[in-house]
C-alpha cells in the first residue's frame, strides 16, 4: 500500500533516532569508563555487569518505543487511506463502491431474515447543469455538499446514504415499513429540497426527482434494485421533476394498462347481447 509522504519520512526518522542513541551509547561508555577508574575492582566488575544490563534494556525499550511509534502511525495512515478509499471527497458521504458494498450487506441480512425490508431511493438533481453553467463550478460543489447535508439530516441512523456520481444519490432505507415508509420518506425528501439554498451570496432553488424501488418486489440483487429504482426516477423526470415515483414492473404496467381500458359493456352503453339457442 502506498503511504504517500509517511512511507518518505520513516527513514528519515529512522536514522535520526539510531543517531541519536549511537551518541548517547558513546557518551554512556566513557564516562562509565572513566568512572570505574576510581573503584576497586570488585565494585568495578559489579558497575561493568550492572552497565551492560542496563545497555540491553535500555536498547530493548528503545526499539520498543521506536517501533511501536511508527506502527501506529503506519495504521492510522492506512485507516485514513482505507477512510478515503471508501468516500467521496467533496461531500463526505460513501461512494458508489462503498455503498453497493453497503446494499449488498443489508441485503444478504434480508435474506437471513435478521433484517426486514429494504427501500432504495434513487435521487437526481433537477437542473443541477443550468447551476454549474450560470454560477460555476465552485458554487455547483457548494450546492452539492449543501444537499449531502440535508440528505444527512434526513436519514435515519440505521439508513444509508452515498453519492452515486455527479448529482445523483441514493439513500438506503433499512425496514422502511414497507411501501409506504419509502413513499413517505421520498416525498419529505422532496420537500426539503424545494427550501432555497444560501450560497456565495446566492439564493439557489433546486428541486430533486426521486425513484423507489424495493427489496423483495423490486429485485433481489445490487444491480436489479439500483437498476429499478433509477428506472423510476427517470419517470419522474419524465412526469415534470419535483416528484417521486415508485418502480412499476412491465408487467404491472400492462396489468394497469388493461384494468384501465373500457370493457365491452361500457363501449356498448349497455350490458353485452348474448344469443340464446333456439328451441
Known amino acids: 500500500m502506498y503511504l504517500g509522504n509517511f512511507g518518505k519520512a520513516a527513514p528519515v526518522r529512522a536514522s535520526r533516532i539510531a543517531l541519536i542513541y549511537l551518541l548517547a551509547g558513546v557518551a554512556w561508555i566513557v564516562l562509565t569508563d572513566a568512572a570505574m577508574e576510581f573503584m576497586t575492582p570488585e565494585i568495578a566488575l559489579l558497575f561493568s555487569m550492572a552497565k551492560g544490563i542496563i ?12 517501533l511501536s511509534r511508527w506502527d501506529n502511525q503506519r495504521q492510522r495512515m492506512e485507516d485514513r487511506l482505507r477512510r478515503a478509499s471508501r468516500t467521496d471527497p467533496l461531500t463526505g458521504l460513501l461512494n458508489r463502491a462503498a455503498f453497493t ?115 423483495p418486489d423490486d429485485g433481489a440483487t445490487t444491480e436489479e434494485l439500483i437498476r429499478n429504482a433509477d428506472q423510476a426516477m427517470y419517470e419522474a423526470k419524465s412526469g415534470g421533476k419535483d416528484a417521486f415515483r415508485r418502480f412499476r414492473s412491465q408487467s404491472a404496467q400492462i396489468l394497469s394498462l388493461v384494468s384501465s381500458s373500457p370493457s365491452p359493456a361500457s363501449s356498448t352503453g349497455g350490458k353485452p347481447k348474448t344469443s340464446r339457442a333456439r328451441p
Open 55 to 66: 545497555f540491553v534494556l535500555l536498547t530493548a525499550l528503545g526499539l520498543y518505543l521506536a
Open 101 to 215: 458494498e453497503a446494499l449488498a450487506q443489508a441485503l444478504a441480512r434480508a435474506r437471513r431474515g435478521s433484517a426486514g425490508s429494504l427501500g432504495l431511493l434513487f435521487l437526481d438533481l433537477d437542473g443541477f447543469k443550468d447551476i454549474n453553467d450560470n454560477f460555476g463550478h465552485g458554487v455547483g460543489d457548494l450546492l452539492l455538499m449543501e444537499v449531502a447535508a440535508r440528505l444527512n439530516l434526513a436519514r435515519r441512523e440505521t439508513d444509508t446514504v452515498g453519492r452515486f456520481g455527479g448529482d445523483e444519490f441514493l439513500l438506503l432505507l433499512d425496514d422502511p415499513d414497507g411501501d409506504s415508509g419509502s413513499l413517505a420518506a421520498a416525498e419529505r425528501l422532496v420537500e426539503s429540497m424545494r427550501a432555497p439554498f444560501f450560497l456565495a451570496g446566492q439564493e439557489l432553488r433546486l428541486s430533486v426527482s426521486i425513484g423507489v424501488a424495493q427489496y
